[in-house]
């Protein structure tokens, strides 16, 4: 497969850390150093299908192509107001295409998973033109009480159409449970016949365990994928990081030996974006002319579960 096309959306409304100092214990300082964050977009009175099928249509104009040109949708998404229909669908119906849509909920990683399904889809001939979704909000899921929570996040969708290509592509997709360390419960509605314990609050992370784990989890499939294609790690034009925390994208680069201008960064400024985030860097680097023709890219993300996934993919665009 190749990219053939890149879009995303967020949201109007922009949170500096100075607005936390109005209700938290916490400054800008305190925020930036911990994670790298100065402010991040949040939902206020957009709805998350309307900035994913906005950067669904990005995506498939920089293509050149038109909605009755995608033969399949796949949307990587934790959460949102609707748990049917799948947010793949209301996609599917805001932007007027006529295929199959479908959703993946791989937390942080989905990007990743939801772009190697469309690559196998697209090498079993049963589609030519995949568009490829990521839309969140964890900005939901967290309690805005929690100061070591509700700074770390920010909201918006990104996306990319892929096609048949003969470009390099290298993927590797791993899972390791470990719920007690990062999750989100929601109770369900209530029936005569329950009678288990049913919790439910806000996500839920253990902030030291979460980045040693993605930390060793991300360097062990960089090194695996370099290792697979060939490839030295300064071969690697960009290393297209899961933007979770600038300190964990420091500490990647640093076990990698490479400086930090391998390592595009916009987590300042849009917080963690879950899975979207990936796909939200992918579009700047396009859009500013940063990616050439022959470039390779290596897109690396974890996610609560635990997931990881990582992947090569050589620009052709």
Same mark, same amino acid.
């Given at each position: 497969m190749r990219i053939v096309g890149t879009g995303r959306? #967020?949201?109007?409304? %922009?949170?500096?850390?100075?607005?936390f100092e109005k209700f938290l214990d916490t400054n800008d300082e305190w925020i930036r150093e911990r994670t790298g964050i100065t402010e991040r977009r949040v939902i206020s009175s957009e709805q998350l299908e309307e900035l994913a099928a906005e950067a669904s249509v990005k995506a498939i104009e920089d293509a050149g192509l038109t909605a009755k040109d995608i033969d399949?949708?796949?949307?990587?998404?934790?959460v949102n107001e609707y748990i049917t229909p799948s947010l793949?669908?209301?996609?599917?119906g805001a932007i007027g295409a006529s295929c199959a849509?479908?959703?993946?909920?791989a937390a942080c990683s989905g990007f990743i998973y939801a772009l190697d399904m469309a690559d196998d889809r697209i090498k079993s001939?049963?589609?030519k033109n995949v568009l490829?979704?990521?839309? !969140?909000?964890?900005?939901?899921?967290?309690?805005?009480?929690?100061?070591?929570m509700c700074v770390l996040f920010g909201d918006g969708a990104g996306a990319v159409v892929v096609a048949e290509g003969d470009g390099e592509y290298h993927s590797r997709l791993t899972t390791t449970c470990k719920v007690d360390c990062l999750h989100y419960v929601r109770r369900l509605e209530p029936t005569p016949h329950i009678t288990k314990d049913e919790p439910s609050g806000p996500m839920y992370m253990n902030g030291k365990e979460v980045f040693k784990t993605a930390v060793l989890s991300s360097s062990r499939d960089i090194k695996q994928l370099l290792d697979e294609s060939g490839l030295k790690p300064s071969d690697i034009k960009y290393y297209v990081l #899961?933007?979770?925390?600038?300190?964990i994208v420091e500490? %990647?680069?640093? $076990?990698?030996?490479?400086?930090?201008? #391998?390592?595009?960064?916009?987590?300042?400024?849009?917080?963690?974006?879950? *899975?979207? *985030?990936?796909?939200?860097?992918?579009? !700047?680097?396009?859009?500013?002319?940063?990616?050439?023709?022959?470039?390779?890219?290596?897109?690396?993300?974890?996610?609560?579960?635990?997931?990881?996934?990582?992947?090569?993919?050589? $620009?052709?665009?």
């Open positions: 959306a #967020h949201p109007a409304k %922009i949170v500096p850390n100075s607005e399949y949708i796949i949307c990587s998404n934790v793949s669908c209301l996609i599917q849509a479908v959703d993946v909920n001939g049963k589609a490829v979704v990521a839309a !969140e909000e964890p900005t939901r899921m967290v309690d805005w009480s929690d100061r070591s #899961h933007q979770a925390n600038l300190r500490a %990647i680069a640093n $076990w990698l030996k490479l400086d930090m201008s #391998h390592f595009p960064c916009n987590v300042n400024y849009c917080g963690n974006t879950s *899975s979207a *985030s990936v796909p939200l860097l992918l579009d !700047e680097l396009a859009r500013s002319g940063k990616l050439k023709r022959g470039d390779k890219i290596l897109m690396s993300a974890f996610g609560a579960g635990f997931t990881t996934g990582a992947c090569i993919v050589e $620009w052709v665009k």
